[in-house]
């Protein structure tokens, strides 16, 4: 988003569009950002093309090559800054992202989202305010970032061992508890699409707990990360792919977990709780 944000900056008079195969509301908090369907064209294999209008088109994909990622290391900050650099280089403009990553840690509008679904975020909050808040990213990954281990016994146990406290998943389970949400019923958004949304949320919840994919990613913005009331847990093969900030410092807490076995993930994030 801030390298998307920073390249728009330097050319205002351009006009910018996101192509990507996800829902059009992905970006919609980025004013002047446009959405626009992957062409054929489009090739993903390529750093960037010039089309016959002169228009650009400059491939975001971070796992274009090796160079990039690696075994259990996605899209880290770091990584993205390398990458946007060797782009405006390859392209020749004036364009660097120089400084510390946390620079280009993701700050989404929340104000530009729909404000039917703000208010039933903000009046789940505001319905059990004394109850401690933490966020299970519990989805699957699906890019071998991370072990898909099954999440709900995990949650189960949770709930048991902490009765005052607020459960919220961002995927569905089998089973009920009375202090167990999912924030698709939370949320209720018309399109199935609520990553924005459900980023918003967890500016709410204390705990955020993810496999470094998805929602976790999501969650993973300035207004967290400069929060010291926050932290961040995160399971992953590798500590260097468990966090979206693998360098520089940030006020909430990083913790990164390997076990992906259920009593291991339960006594981490227990461990987290009672901290």
């Not at 996605?74 to 800054?81: L, M, T």
């Not at 199935?192 to 967890?202: A, T």
Request: net charge positive; charged share 25%; aromatic share 14%.
């Amino acid at each position: 988003r801030e390298f998307v944000k920073s390249t728009m900056g330097y050319y205002p008079e351009t006009k910018f569009y996101f192509a990507h195969p996800k829902n059009p509301r992905m970006f919609e908090d980025i004013s002047n950002l446009k959405y626009a369907k992957i062409q054929p064209f489009m090739r993903g294999d390529r750093h960037f093309i010039i089309g016959n209008e002169r228009d650009l088109y400059i491939n975001t994909w971070i796992g274009l090559n090796g160079k990039y990622v690696g075994p259990g290391v996605a899209c880290s900050i770091d990584r993205h800054q390398l990458l946007w650099n060797d782009l405006m280089d390859m392209i020749g403009l004036k364009v660097r992202f120089d400084g510390s990553s946390t620079n280009y840690i993701p700050r989404i509008d929340y104000t530009k989202l729909n404000p039917k679904y703000i208010n039933r975020i903000e009046t789940f909050i505001n319905r059990r305010p004394m109850n401690r808040k933490v966020l299970l990213c519990n989805g699957n990954v699906q890019s071998n970032q991370a072990k898909n281990f099954d999440f709900e016994p995990v949650i189960k146990l949770l709930c048991e061992e902490f009765p005052k406290t607020d459960f919220i998943t961002t995927s569905r389970v089998s089973f009920q508890f009375p202090n167990l949400y999912y924030t698709g019923n939370i949320i209720q958004s018309n399109d199935n699409f609520d990553l924005n949304e459900i980023s918003y949320l967890s500016t709410f919840t204390p705990i955020i707990v993810g496999r470094s994919s998805g929602p976790f990613s999501f969650t993973q913005v300035a207004q967290n990360y400069t929060d010291k009331s926050k932290t961040f847990l995160s399971f992953s093969y590798h500590k260097e792919g468990g966090h979206l900030v693998m360098k520089g410092k940030t006020k909430a807490k990083r913790y990164w977990s390997g076990v992906a076995d259920t009593q291991g993930v339960f006594k981490k994030i227990r461990s987290v709780i009672v901290e």
